[in-house]
C-alpha cells in the first residue's frame, strides 16, 4: 500500500511516516518511480510503533526495542501488558506473530 493508505490505516499523517522511516523504526520499499510502498508486515510493526510511543515510550527507547527484536530468530509469544498509569491501552507487540492487532487483554492483579 502507499504511503497516504498506510497512514489513513494508522490514524497518522505521511510526514510522521517519514519521520518514523528518517529514524529508523520502519523501511519502506520503493517502487520503480520512487513512491514508498507498505506491506501488512510494516503496517503491523507501524501499529507497534505506535502503542509503544503512546504508552511513553520515546523514539530511542522504540528504536532499541526494536532492534532487540529483530536481532531474535523468532519472535517470543509476550502477553499483552495491563500495569501502570496506560494499563488500559499498552499493549506489548506482536508484529510478527501474524495476530496484531488482536490481542487478548489480560485482567490486572
Do not use: F, K
Not at 520503493?30 to 510502498?37: K, V
Not at 501488512?40 to 504508552?55: K, T, W
Not at 532492534?67 to 517470543?76: H, K
Not at 509469544?77 to 510478527?96: F, K, L, S
Amino acid at each position: 500500500m502507499r504511503i497516504g493508505d498506510a497512514a489513513a490505516a494508522l490514524g497518522v499523517t505521511t510526514r510522521t511516516l517519514r519521520y518514523y522511516e528518517q529514524r529508523g523504526l520502519v523501511t519502506a520499499r520503493r517502487t520503480p518511480s520512487g513512491q514508498r510502498e507498505y506491506d501488512e508486515e510494516d503496517v503491523r510493526r507501524l501499529h507497534a510503533v505506535r502503542e509503544l510511543l503512546d504508552s511513553g515510550l520515546t523514539i530511542g527507547d522504540v528504536r532499541v526495542l526494536i532492534d532487540i527484536l529483530d536481532a531474535l530468530p523468532e519472535r517470543p509469544e509476550v502477553p499483552p501488558v495491563r500495569t501502570g498509569p496506560y494499563a488500559d491501552t499498552c499493549v506489548v507487540p506482536r508484529w510478527r506473530s501474524g495476530d496484531w492487532p488482536n490481542s487478548t487483554p489480560v485482567s490486572g492483579g
